[in-house]
């Protein structure tokens, strides 16, 4: 049987965790040798966000350990006719053990970030995806757009 759960203060050794976990299958040819100063840097980011209720993670837990996570951040943006009140959130970290994948698992946790988002009539949530979890997201009324950019920035040493 799943259970879930929105992570505490207390779950933050298991979102570092997870957050690697997770970062490690999207990206496999990363430089890992930053391993340590990254989970220190997560720590403090989940230690301040997760106070502050701007970052909410969701866990699925199966005989009493962690088998999935999601997690949401809320944040502002300049209002626009479409989002009078400038309130936007991102959805990432949707990783599932491998053993527990396609059971449905996924869907629920983003239903939750989803329930939690239109409670704080967060007028536009957005995520980036795999091929593995488009279907999922078109599912939940994700539409692919076509016109975002990014740009990776070098790091100041």
Known sequence: MITYRKADITDIPQLVHLRLQFLKEIYPKADISQDTVLQD?????????????????????????????????????????????????????VYTLPAFRRKGIAKTLLQKLMEEAKERNTGKVSLHTSKDGRLLYEQLGFVAGDNEMTCQLPRIQ
């Open 41 to 93: 840097h997560l720590r403090v980011y989940l230690t301040e966000h997760l106070t502050k209720n701007n970052f909410v993670n969701w866990f699925a837990l199966a005989e009493g350990r962690v088998v999935a996570s999601a997690g949401i951040v809320f944040y502002n943006q300049p209002p626009l006719y479409h989002n009078l009140e400038g309130k936007v959130a991102y959805i990432l970290n």
